[in-house]
């Protein structure tokens, strides 16, 4: 079993970065993949960004695409997601969330681990 917390979560003004972080234990991170999901209000969640068990593959979004970095550091068993230039339409619930499979962290579809989710707000 894989716990993951999240923290790092808040509210920020548009155009401001916030850095969100999520910690695992029970288990080390380093033989799978994170990934970082998000749930607006009234709407599906959805994907937002991935990292391979190296730090060598990474995916993101189109929506958050030179504006959000994931990152990893598998001696402290943490995951990262930077977000800078964030927008009102960033404003969700952010899960971390974790599989031995890369390429399935594009859905939830799936996924066994995640997180209970820190909130994002941005106002504008």
């Known amino acids: 079993q894989v716990q993951l917390v999240e923290s790092g979560g808040g509210l920020v003004q548009a155009g401001g970065s916030l850095r969100l972080s999520c910690a695992a234990s029970g288990r080390s991170l380093s033989n799978y993949a994170v990934g970082w999901f998000r749930q607006a209000p009234g709407k599906e969640r959805e994907f937002v960004a991935r990292?391979?068990?190296?730090?060598?593959?990474?995916d993101y979004v189109d929506a958050v695409k030179g504006r959000f970095t994931i990152s990893r550091d598998n001696f402290k068993n943490t995951v990262t997601l930077q977000m800078n230039s964030l927008k009102p339409e960033d404003t969700a619930v952010y899960y971390c969330?974790?599989?031995?499979?890369?390429?399935?962290?594009?859905?939830?579809?799936?996924?066994?681990?995640w997180g209970k989710g820190t909130l994002v707000t941005v106002s504008s």
């Open positions: 969330a974790s599989t031995n499979e890369y390429e399935r962290l594009k859905t939830i579809d799936g996924v066994p681990y």
């Open positions: 990292i391979n068990w190296s730090g060598g593959f990474r």
